[in-house]
Structure formats: structure tokens, C-alpha cells
């Protein structure tokens, strides 16, 4: 058992330190270090820890502790299944408008992250020449412009012609994303439009609660995740859906 809490906490602290190389911080970056390093000193200090768990409270921490890795990796294999459950959305042709939700910029071009959207979001462009889209995202630390202004830039360099793109360059969140994209769709499609929504494929299941609860019934489509990096964006994902559960909005 000693190798084996060793074994999995080296690898979980390890997973964060490569993922703070490539990705910004986030809760998905951190969460497998917290989840690791209790793992890696438990191992280190086997016999110390089997000493403690033996006497008073010592017992109780110890079935606190594996009480709550139990109930995360419960309830970490059904939030995952519910993210797993969107990520093969195909959404049907002829959509009035495409949202593409934002995500960083490396000084003024979009992130690994972002241009996987980007791409999706082009492919059904060029199949459907009559849909528009909304690019969103504002500017955050350490971005030249905003994420949907470097988002139309990229779109338009692979041929999208300006009047097909809408900008919405003030939001920080996915709430704001379509809040925001909201008020376009009822500026150019007074009449109602449908809508699919683009996003990375983790992030699929999320994005459609937020946009059912701001009242946009919308399809989705997602772009593959970058293979290593899915367990970070699942676990970052898992704490919002959490959130979400616990103020009673996932219904």
C-alpha cells in the first residue's frame, strides 16, 4: 500500500507541475497536487501515519481521510460522466448563429485552447455560408486585445468575411459570455435564431446549463481536448458542476 500511495501521489503532483507549463492557473492545474500531496506523505511517512492512525483521534482522521477521497472519486466519476455525455454533440446544419466561448490570448493571438474552438467553429462556418457567429471574451492580464477581437482576426485570416462575425468584448466568465451574446442574438435575430454553441468538448456540459438557465436553448459542439491535459480539465470542470449542484441550478 505504501508504494502504491507513493506511486499515485508522485504522479498527481507531477501532472500539476507539468500542467502550470502549458496551461494558465487554474483549479484544474491545481487540484491534482492537493489531491496528491497528502497521497505522497502518507507514503513517505508510512510508519509515522500508521502510528497516528492507530490511537484517538488518530482513527477518526484516518476514516475522515479516506472517507473524502471515496466521496471525490464518487462523485468525480458521475460529474464525468455527465461532461462524457456531451462531448459527442453533433449539432444539425443551417444554425443561425454560432457563440464561440472565449478563452486566453497569448498577447494578441489566441491560445492553443481558443484556436481549437476557433477551428470547430470555421469548420461549421464554411459548411453553413448563411450562419454568423459571436466571438466573446474580453481582456485579461497579460493579453494585447481582447479574445474576441484576436478570435475575429483569426477567422478572418482563414477566410470568414467580417460582416459574418459579431463581437462581444467585455465578458470574464462563460456566464458573461452568454449573457452578453444574448443581448446580440436579440439585437440581430429579433425573431428568435437557433443557436449552437462551441466550446472546448469538456466544457460542453457546463456551457449548456449556464445558457438553459440564461434562457438560450442552444445546440453545442466541442473540439477535442489535448489527451494528457483531460484530467485537469475535468477535475476544474467537477468543482464548477459541484457548484453548481449545491446552489440547486443543475436542474
Known amino acids: 500500500m505504501r508504494w502504491i500511495l507513493l506511486m499515485i501521489g508522485a504522479i498527481l503532483v507531477a501532472d500539476s507541475c507539468l500542467a502550470a507549463m502549458v496551461c494558465n492557473m487554474n483549479l484544474g492545474v ?17 510508519h509515522r501515519a500508521q502510528a497516528l492512525f492507530s490511537v484517538g483521534f488518530g482513527r477518526v482522521f484516518k476514516w475522515l481521510l479516506g472517507g473524502g477521497y471515496a466521496l471525490f472519486f464518487v462523485s468525480f466519476a458521475v460529474v464525468c460522466g455527465l461532461i462524457a455525455g456531451r462531448i459527442a454533440d453533433k449539432p444539425e446544419p443551417g444554425a443561425d448563429c454560432v457563440i464561440v466561448l472565449g478563452a486566453a490570448v497569448r498577447g494578441d493571438v489566441p491560445s492553443a485552447t481558443l484556436a481549437a474552438r ?15 457567429i459571436i466571438v466573446t471574451g474580453g481582456q485579461g492580464a497579460g493579453e494585447q486585445v481582447t479574445e474576441a477581437q484576436a478570435s475575429a482576426e483569426y477567422l478572418m485570416k482563414k477566410g470568414i468575411s467580417a460582416d459574418r462575425i459579431f463581437l462581444e468584448n467585455t465578458s470574464t466568465s462563460t456566464q458573461e459570455n452568454l449573457l452578453n451574446a444574448r443581448e446580440i442574438l436579440q439585437a440581430q435575430f429579433p425573431q428568435g435564431a437557433r443557436v449552437v454553441i462551441v466550446s472546448s468538448d469538456f466544457h460542453l456540459f457546463r456551457a449548456r446549463l449556464v445558457a438553459r438557465e440564461l434562457g438560450i436553448e442552444a445546440e453545442t459542439m466541442g473540439n477535442r481536448s489535448i489527451p494528457w491535459l483531460v484530467p485537469n480539465f475535468y477535475l476544474r470542470e467537477y468543482v464548477a458542476v459541484i457548484g453548481y449542484a449545491l446552489l440547486g441550478r443543475l436542474g
Do not use: H, M, S
Open 30 to 46: 491545481v487540484l491534482p497536487a492537493v489531491l496528491g500531496l497528502p497521497l505522497l506523505l502518507l507514503g513517505i511517512f508510512w
Open 118 to 132: 476557433l477551428d470547430c467553429a470555421y469548420e461549421y462556418l464554411e459548411q453553413n455560408p448563411l450562419t454568423r
